[in-house]
């Protein structure tokens, strides 16, 4: 049945709330095992719908939904023990310190054996840099700290799947850094990881696949490299005569010329045509050069020609 190598597959899967609001609407979602997958969209896009529907914790209004190979959300008892989740925060006690949250996390899963639990939650703190701060009440615990928290709750036991929506929420670029590092860590030793967000910078930086969702609709998905490179990216003039530099481009056979400000891009010309010659006509064409050269597609680029529309690039 479907991809044996794809650790989640969704086939038409919708969701549809009481009012008649479509939030997923006929999901065809594959997840290669082994993958770290980028599920992006605004906020509002139907992520966190999807992501509730794997877990088993909504059902489908239609569709169907397979994680590692069993169907959601009968199979939750099976496949939930071998997926670690971290959806819309994590729930702490507030009285209880970091530590004791996790214990408390552990003892509550059948499958821990509690004669290793200490040592398992040690390790789980240190995964996420907390080991010096697992002391203190969570409740103390400023919004980036209490992420890494619920993360370490989530890599408890080693896990096939990890399922994170909004994983660097509220943390400096410091604690991204160190988030990004540990799921290529993770995904390196084995594990698959779902992550979800509406920052394209981060899936960018640390995903290998990705799908973009937008009003409930999947857009796109498919290699982070491939979705980059059907967009060919653009060439940036930056010079104080950009009047010159368009006109100049223009009579080269540059497409696309537009000018804003001292910068000045047009369309990437074809491989037969030397960057370094263009660069040369310019500057003897009177063109004071300040920089020059082919700017790579970003993601952002890829997905506002594949959407047709702009991205909500800071959330």
Sequence with gaps: ????????????LSKRYRGGQLAVDGL???????????????????????????????EPTSGTARVLGSPMPRAGRTVLPQVGALIEGPALYGFLSGRDNLVRYDSADPTADPRTRASRVAHALDRVGLAAASGKKARAYSLGMKQRLGLAAALLQPRKLLVLDEPTNGLDPQGM???????RELAADGTTVFLSSHLLDEIEQVCTHAAVMTRGR???????????????????????????????????????????????????PPDDV??????????????????????????????????????????
């Design 274 to 315: 030397e960057l370094a010659e263009l660069n040369a006509a310019l500057v003897h064409g009177g063109v004071r050069v300040r920089a020059f050269g082919v700017e790579r597609a970003s993601l952002e680029d890829a997905f506002v020609a594949l959407t047709g529309e702009g991205f909500d690039v800071a959330g």
């Design 218 to 268: 999947l857009v796109v998905q498919g290699e982070v490299a491939e979705l980059s490179a059907g967009n060919r990216g653009r060439l940036a003039v930056t010079t104080p005569d950009p009047a010159d530099a368009a006109r100049l481009l223009k009579e080269r056979g540059i497409a696309d010329v537009t000018v804003d400000g001292d910068r000045v891009t047009g369309e990437v």
């Design 177 to 183: 850094r160190e988030i990004r590092a540990l799921v």
């Design 1 to 12: 049945m479907g991809n044996s190598q794809a650790v989640i597959e969704t086939r038409g």
């Design 28 to 58: 065809d979602l594959t997840v290669p095992s082994g993958s770290i997958f980028g599920f992006l969209g605004p906020n509002g896009s139907g992520k966190t719908t999807t992501i509730r529907m794997l877990m088993g914790l909504i």
